[in-house]
């Protein structure tokens, strides 16, 4: 099986309950994370996932450990289910948006849980705080393909960042950059004739304004164990396969920080190498959504809940 991984986005409030109630594996999950990040999120990391609020759930530095974790805790309570408590689940490859490679690579090896977390927490406060120094957005591009996108950020960059920081699906681009920029590229994208949605985020995320936080991230990354994962672990910004070498890949989730997140072409990737069935972690439905527009071929299995 193939197992894709949802990012930031995809949490809302009550995400991870239904699984804790019904996995002890997933609630030893939940419990781990409880333990480990204490109060430095303010609340229980499961007190987060499961009551909100939901203004406290949608900040970066909480966000992204609380769907790293909820994810986690849905693919041992999946793997628990079927049979495999050991681990040893039949993995072909697995894929994850963004933080989702972080649960990617656990899936496949690489990282332990306790790790992962730690620097998944440090990527997501580390973002908040350079999106804070930085006024930044993004800008979602409905009907627009590379050459256009790339098009409109050339006549609305001038003095500023604007560049393509999701290539999320055929049809599907988002640009990050500075708030001003993004402001006179949705202006850009009308004039085109396509449709251009200001998005609710922190700041210019997978954008040159995020090299404070990969230099963190990079500081953390030298510090934490990783080796080669043993199955195949697509990268987002290569959308091909991590190379099994442990400085490659934590060099390519520096990359990621400051480059453009390359989902649909990883997913191309997947479905033209490998025939398999395809399962979406908690929480949400958002990669397989992503799926119908990028291979209408490939039906993706969501497990939101048990």
């Not at 239904?18 to 609340?43: C, H, N, P, V, Y």
């Not at 927490?121 to 979602?140: C, I, T």
């Not at 072409?265 to 929480?283: D, F, G, M, N, V």
């Amino acid at each position: 099986m193939v197992i894709l991984c949802p990012g930031q986005g995809a949490q809302s409030v009550g995400m991870g309950r239904a699984w804790r109630a019904a996995s002890a594996e997933a609630r030893a999950i939940f419990d781990q994370a409880d333990k480990i990040l204490g109060t430095r999120l303010g609340s229980p990391l499961s007190t987060l996932c499961f009551e909100g609020p939901e203004e406290r759930l949608n900040r970066t530095d909480v966000s992204q450990p609380a769907i790293f974790t909820v994810s986690i805790a849905c693919w041992k309570g999946l793997i628990a289910a079927g049979g495999f408590g050991n681990g040893e689940a039949p993995i072909a490859a697995t894929a994850g948006l963004s933080l989702g490679e972080y649960t990617a690579l656990v899936l496949g090896g690489s990282m332990a849980f306790a790790d992962a977390l730690e620097l998944v927490a440090l990527r997501g406060r580390a973002m908040q705080d350079a999106a804070e120094a930085s006024p930044g957005g993004m800008v979602a591009l409905i009907g627009a393909d590379e050459s256009q996108a790339d098009d409109i950020c050339a006549k609305a960059r001038g003095s500023d960042v604007l560049v393509c920081a999701n290539y999320n699906a055929p049809g599907q681009i988002v640009l990050s950059g500075h708030k001003v920029a993004c402001d006179r590229a949705a202006g850009v994208a009308s004039e085109m004739g396509l449709r251009a949605t200001p998005l609710t985020v922190a700041g210019a995320f997978h954008s040159p304004l995020m090299q404070p936080a990969a230099d963190r991230l990079a500081a953390a990354l030298a510090r934490t164990a990783i080796t080669p994962a043993k199955v195949t672990v697509v990268s987002n910004v290569t959308a091909q396969p991590h190379a099994a070498d442990s400085a490659s890949i934590r060099q390519r989730l520096v990359d990621q920080l400051t480059s453009p997140v390359r989902w649909s072409q990883s997913c191309q990737w997947l479905t033209s190498t490998i025939k398999a069935e395809y399962h979406e972690l908690a929480p949400g439905k958002t990669l397989a959504g992503l799926m119908r527009r990028i291979d209408k071929n490939t039906k993706v299995i969501t497990h939101d809940e048990p």
